[in-house]
């Protein structure tokens, strides 16, 4: 291979000049082509939610990209975004979850009931709601584990047996209001201080700090992918990474410190997508869900328990999926028996837009999150366009199908 390669390296440069001139001329960009190529998977949907942003910003004159609008997106945005972390997991480890809508109504109308009803104080019924979305996913993680029943069965019994519950303890109707420090979950923002800047000091602080870490994080593991000789990106294409990251970090930053500052939930996700990044990047378990989604066989021989992994991930997927249930009636200020409709469908679309494979074993936290926000710029861009639901529904559809349909010709043409 390599002596085929030495033999056509004459040729190599385009007729009629030199390969110095080539590489002094078009190299830099050559070289960043050639990246992207073999890094398709990972910045495709990346280039992609650019482009979607630039486009909107263009065709709603400038309203996407208000300090307000971009607030609201993460608002509306915030619980499908914690269900694409934990959906991701699952489908990496090679099953599916279709339970996650409803267990977030019924964790919504379980804290309706303790709350409104009941009077209990809102933080021990935050506490008490994550115990029951754990119960509830560790129940379905053990008969898929340890019983060996498909997800897909399990799953969508827990779709019915969560909506009948729902509908059960609000007995047909909406309940609230809630109280207002759990309101603050769904709609709360940083608290302001510090000399007046005409911005929110807190959110400015909060986004640099977020910056020197990224930029921290993404040096490192270039550095570590070195060390052991791994395959890492062109240094320009590296270099041109940074700077988009660094200009995406400071644009959202400046856009919510504009406004009231950044969300609390805003906060919230900003820990699970570092806590989950780490585990799956570093720790153990993480290697084990990729190990038990890419070849269970393989796994099972190295002794991969792939048992407990799978009951982990589907009780992790439990307690976000209640955490999301909280967001949602805290975002509403009401308990609905109607909340959750098709958030299984739009994590799991988050998901695989975000780079997830349909045979398991690939994906990873942060293309969750760009799989979730690309659905979130699309529906929020059309909703200032005033796009008919309907015409929503059809092009959120091709845009999974267009991702699946990249996931499968990325296989064959690196297969080939």
């Not at 709360?188 to 510090?194: N, Q, R």
């Amino acid at each position: 291979m390599s002596t085929d390669v030495t033999d056509k390296v004459p040729a190599a440069a385009p007729p009629g000049g030199s390969g110095g001139s080539s590489s002094s001329g078009g190299g830099l960009l050559q070289l960043v082509l050639d990246g992207l190529r073999r890094n398709m998977r990972q910045y495709g949907m990346l280039i992609a939610l650019g482009l979607i942003v630039v486009l909107f910003q263009v065709w709603t004159d400038g309203d996407l990209l208000l300090p307000r609008n971009v607030s609201n997106l993460v608002l509306q945005n915030s619980y499908i975004l914690i269900l694409a972390i934990g959906m991701m997991l699952v489908i990496i480890a090679g099953h599916i979850d279709l339970s996650v809508g409803s267990l977030t109504a019924f964790i919504g109308a379980f804290a309706a009931v303790l709350t409104v009803e009941n009077d209990v104080a809102w933080p021990l019924a935050l506490v008490l709601c994550l115990v029951v979305g754990a119960v509830a996913g560790s129940i379905q993680g053990f008969l898929i584990a340890y019983l060996g029943i498909p997800s897909f069965i399990v799953t969508l019994a827990g779709m019915l047996l969560f909506r009948g519950m729902t509908e059960i303890l609000l007995e047909g109707q909406t309940l609230g209001p809630f109280p207002d420090g759990l309101q603050k979950l769904g709609n709360g923002f940083l608290p302001e201080s510090g000399p007046d800047t005409n911005y929110h000091n807190i959110t400015l602080l909060l986004g640099f700090v977020l910056l020197a870490f990224v930029l921290l994080q993404e040096v490192r593991e270039r550095r570590r992918s070195l060390e052991f000789d791994l395959e890492v990106a062109p240094r320009s294409l590296f270099l041109l990474k940074l700077v988009a990251i660094s200009a995406a970090i400071i644009t959202l930053t400046m856009l919510l410190a504009s406004y009231k500052g950044a969300p609390v939930i805003l906060l919230v996700l900003g820990v699970l997508v570092v806590g989950y990044g780490y585990v799956m990047r570093n720790a153990v378990f993480g290697r084990h869900i990729y190990a038990i989604g890419g070849n269970l066989p393989a796994a099972k021989l190295s002794g991969v328990k792939d048992k407990k992994v799978t009951f982990y991930v589907f009780l992790n997927m439990g307690v976000l999926a209640a955490l999301a249930g909280l967001v949602v009636a805290a975002r509403l200020n009401a308990a609905s028996p109607k909340a959750g409709t098709n958030f299984e469908l739009e994590a799991i679309a988050s998901a695989f837009i975000g780079g997830a494979s349909m045979s398991g074993g690939v994906g990873t936290v942060l293309g969750a999150i760009i799989g979730g926000l690309v659905l979130g710029v699309l529906n929020n861009g059309m909703n200032l366009l005033s796009v008919g639901t309907d015409w929503q529904q059809v092009i959120k559809g091709l845009a999974l199908l267009a991702a699946v349909g990249f996931d499968v010709w990325n296989k064959r043409r690196v297969g080939s």
